[in-house]
């Protein structure tokens, strides 16, 4: 029994070209390995009991000659049968497939890596490697490979012998082209290619066709593949940060494709988008966009367009019915088209940096509802006769809100400076409906307990800008509360009866006292966006964040956060993130500058995988 040896010890032997030793302890002994490299034994006898070996983050310059040799590095004794005996055993050991050596200080890869035959998945990210070996391509059992964050110039041709790849991550390295292998990998369906120096995507790339995710941000792109209609099953695609200044065509016909990130580029008309059924997402923000012309799917619940020279909104964007989120910042818009209030889902437009006539700006820093209910009105205005000047009697501000919330579904008593809000309003409310309620820039201490009237109507509430230090638990019961509004109060906790507001969506608490993201926050799996900037936070919770599958938009800028977890780069639904003015060091300002994707990918990047 102690001659049997592991069918990786006879590849290394005959590779070499030596026959085998018969001395008593033949192929235990690996070469001397350097001192830097000496690990604990019981890790490698771990990794041959569970075929997973993990060595990130322990300052090694290469792989250890231990981990080649992994199942020819054991005690003499395991050769003894002896069913009693608690020593290691040869009949245990079983074929490494995972090794994981991420964030360490790895600059070359050894031909030896060949040894490894049964390798799974190999995680070398976050190293200083700068050349592959060709040998990497017979590790044909594997089906992740994450070469992130190294110096990598070139890729061989050799990784076209990874045909059950199904995971290749080679972001943040200084590749300038790929060799044109990927219409062999029929299994792939996760590319990052991001931040490299690529010029050009090889056209076999559309060959992957079960290929999910792509992401070929920050590279020196000027279009993409002309076939890219092919990839039947992609779902995101980011190209942020290069230069595409056109789509093409073909990509119509990607109907699986849910978001569509061309931020940062030279995109200057939108092409026909109408036959991706299931696209939800479109970032287009600082191309050179003037116009929206071309016709977008109708399922489209995100458009951004920021920072491009767009000069008018076609009424066209009203056939959007599912549209939630619309930022047209920084563009030369004089107006919108009154037909965009039809748009009831649409609870976030942004439109600060426009040259805009119709709308007043004090409409615009009220935000959304202020902005939507403007251009209702506009609809619902009618001219008056020739010679027939409108006029209409001055009414008390208690009784102008009464007659304004028959009218409407909104009670609208903002920017009064009160301190008690009228019993003549509460009446009103008690008859009718009201969806909206704006409270907001008053002087109330206290959330009005008459609000509770409109706890089974309301959808909206706004209590901005006052003087409140609590909210009551009587606000668990707005059981159809979608957006509420506590900016600039007093507040430093919220009662545990939020969790019970089920259709919440949007939440602001901006410019309080929270030391802490509310615990009840966590349990409202429809929230969709957080807003708690300007506050004394110190702490981000990712793993209890990750509980909210909606959620899009997380602002924590200008807190006192020490620390951002690398486990919120996992929080791959965001679409926007905002941590600038604290006081962590890592990541740096320049990749907050970035963008949302560039901090999530640096932060994912930072995990070590287990």
């Not at 109708?298 to 367009?305: A, I, P």
Request: charged share 20%; proline share 6%.
């Amino acid at each position: 029994v102690s001659s049997v040896k592991s069918p990786s010890f006879w590849l290394y032997r005959m590779r070499r070209g030596g026959a085998p030793s018969h001395g008593s302890r033949a192929g235990f002994q690996p070469p001397p390995a350097p001192a830097s490299a000496k690990l604990p034994a019981a890790l490698y006898k771990q990794a041959r009991e569970s075929g997973s070996l993990n060595l990130s983050s322990r300052e090694l310059t290469e792989i250890p000659n231990e981990v080649y040799h992994l199942n020819e590095s054991v005690p003499a004794s395991s050769g003894a049968v002896s069913f009693d005996s608690k020593e290691e055993k040869w009949w245990s050991q079983t074929d490494l497939t995972k090794l994981i050596m991420a964030s360490n200080k790895i600059s070359t890869i050894s031909p030896d890596i060949v040894l490894l035959a049964s390798l799974q998945t190999l995680d070398l990210h976050d190293n200083t490697i700068a050349e592959l070996p060709a040998e990497i391509g017979a590790l044909n059992q594997l089906t992740v490979l994450n070469l992130g964050h190294n110096r990598i110039t070139r890729t061989p041709v050799d990784l076209g012998q990874l045909v059950l790849l199904r995971s290749l991550h080679l972001e943040h390295n200084v590749i300038e082209a790929l060799p044109d292998v990927f219409a062999v990998f029929a299994n792939l369906e996760d590319l990052d290619l991001s931040h490299n120096k690529l010029a050009a995507l090889p056209e076999s790339l559309c060959a992957a066709t079960r290929l999910r995710k792509l992401n070929i941000s920050s590279n020196c792109l000027r279009r993409l593949p002309a076939a890219m209609g092919r990839l039947a099953q992609l779902a995101e695609l980011n190209a942020h940060n290069n230069s595409i200044d056109t789509l093409p065509p073909s990509c119509n016909a990607l109907l699986k494709l849910t978001r569509m990130d061309l931020r940062h580029n030279s995109v200057a008309v939108l092409p026909d988008l109408a036959g991706m059924a299931a696209l939800r997402e479109i970032y287009l923000g600082n191309n050179e966009l003037t116009s929206l012309s071309g016709a977008l799917p109708s399922g489209l619940s995100v458009l951004d367009v920021r920072d491009n020279h767009i000069k008018e909104i076609q009424a066209n964007i009203c056939a959007l019915t599912g549209l939630q989120r619309l930022d047209l910042t920084n563009n030369d818009l004089n107006g919108l088209p009154a037909e965009l209030g039809r748009l009831t889902g649409l609870n976030s437009v942004t439109l600060d940096g426009n040259p805009l006539r119709t709308i007043r700006r004090d409409i615009i820093s009220r935000g959304t509802q202020a902005i939507m209910k403007h251009l209702r009105n506009q609809m619902a205005e009618e001219p008056a006769a020739p010679g027939h000047a409108a006029s209409a009697p001055v009414l008390p501000l208690a009784t102008e809100a009464a007659v304004a919330a028959m009218a409407t579904k909104e009670l609208a008593f903002a920017n009064q400076k009160a301190a008690v809000v009228p019993a003549a309003v509460w009446a009103t409310a008690q008859r009718n409906a009201i969806t909206t309620i704006d409270l907001s820039r008053n002087q109330l201490t206290a959330v009005p307990p008459e609000l509770e009237l409109c706890a089974q109507s309301a959808t909206s509430l706004n209590i901005s800008f006052n003087r409140l230090s609590a909210v009551p638990p009587m606000i668990g019961m707005f059981s159809r509360l979608a957006f509420l509004d506590l900016r600039n109060n007093m507040i430093s906790s919220l009662p545990a009866e939020v969790a019970s507001l089920t259709a919440l969506r949007e939440i602001a608490i901006s410019f309080n006292r929270f030391s802490r993201l509310p615990d009840c926050l966590y349990t409202i799996r429809t929230l969709n966006s957080i807003v708690a900037s300007d506050n004394q936070i110190d702490t981000i919770a990712a793993d209890a964040l990750r509980q909210l599958p909606e959620l899009k938009c997380l602002d924590l800028s200008n807190n006192n956060i020490g620390n951002v977890p690398p486990e919120l780069g996992l929080l791959s639904g965001l679409t926007t993130l905002k941590l600038e003015g604290n006081a962590f060091k890592m990541p740096r300002p320049a990749v907050l500058a970035q963008g949302t994707r560039a901090v999530l990918d640096y932060l994912k990047g930072r995990i070590a995988s287990s």
